[in-house]
């Protein structure tokens, strides 16, 4: 009942309704009162520096690492109540971003990193894009509808209707290591949608490997593959091993489907927000375990160097 002219009968009530009286921040037209959540995101953790070492053999094998893997099953980000927050309907998406940064927790990003997210059931849907307002960016929505402040990876990220957050992580076939992505466990990259998968690995190229990456020698773009993950090879109830035998043998590194023209959302890959997509450098080899010599049955050795006439007799 935010229309203070609108008389009561405007409001459609019937004998024996109920209405219910909170107190607090009175209603106004053309402002909805929002449910302001913020995503934690788990930084990424160092790679392990142990190996497996094999008991009979002194060659150490690499241990399959998700590079910070979680043991929970449970894939619902983390998110943290931070407050309810006015907005009017007209406000740009500026204007909200400000509000939001005045906000009362060490972990609210400045505007320049912050992302809003529409929240349903716990997880992150869709995002607010630049250049609509409130109201646009979430229409027919009544109050208490619930947000999210999500922490972009780099300064001054602009966001349209074409665009898609993806999910991009480092595949090790010599470590056998799924690295998190920049920005922590769950950190989304936007891309416009209709990249051409062969661009997009030339994007990998530059953003991901080069100074001041995890790969400081740049990889050229012919030499990066690309491939989508599927959702439960990368989940975080997936134990090392389990993540390590997906992307050694039912990811799709050859992209056999793909064409020329082939775009992050069109066939086969058809991405949507969220979706993984993980790359490594073509020149590396996967990790294979020594082989060692088969022991030899001692009583089989010994009657294979027997004397022939002894055996005659």
Not at 133 to 154: C, F, R, W
Not at 206 to 223: F, I
Not at 297 to 302: G, M, Q
Request: aromatic fraction near 6%; include cysteine.
């Amino acid at each position: 009942m935010k229309d203070m002219e609108r008389k009561i009968r405007g409001y459609y009530f019937q004998s024996g309704d109920s209405i219910y009286v909170e107190l607090g921040r009175p209603s106004i037209k053309g402002q909805r009162i929002w449910k302001v959540f913020l995503k934690i995101d788990a930084p990424t953790p160092a790679p392990a520096a142990t190996a497996a070492t094999d008991s009979k053999s002194a060659t150490a094998a690499p241990a399959a690492s998700a590079s910070g893997g979680a043991a929970a099953a449970d894939t619902k980000p983390s998110l943290q109540f931070l407050a309810d927050v006015p907005m009017q309907d007209e406000w740009s998406l500026e204007q909200v971003k400000s509000a939001l940064a005045k906000l009362p927790n060490a972990g609210v990003p400045a505007v320049g990193r912050m992302r809003i997210r529409d929240v349903l059931s716990g997880r992150l849907t869709g995002f607010w894009v630049d250049g609509k307002t409130v109201v646009q960016n979430s229409p027919g929505v009544l109050d208490y509808k619930e947000i999210a402040i999500q922490t972009t990876a780099s300064e001054g990220e602009v966001l349209t209707p074409n665009h898609i957050l993806l999910v991009v992580r480092r595949w090790d076939p010599a470590t056998l290591t799924l690295h998190q992505p920049i920005g922590g466990e769950g950190s989304e990259i936007a891309v416009l949608g209709s990249t051409l998968v062969e661009a997009f690995k030339l994007w990998v190229s530059t953003t991901y490997t080069g100074p001041k990456t995890d790969v400081p020698v740049p990889v050229p773009g012919d030499e990066i593959r690309v491939a989508k993950a599927r959702p439960y090879h990368v989940r975080n109830d997936q134990t090392s091993a389990q993540i390590a035998e997906h992307m050694t043998k039912s990811t799709d590194w050859f992209g056999l489907d793909i064409t020329a023209d082939s775009t992050l959302v069109s066939a086969p890959w058809k991405c949507v927000n969220g979706d993984t997509i993980v790359w490594k450098d073509n020149r590396i080899k996967l990790y294979k375990p020594p082989v060692t010599a088969k022991p030899t049955d001692s009583k089989s050795t010994a009657a294979a160097n027997r004397p022939a006439h002894l055996e005659q007799g």
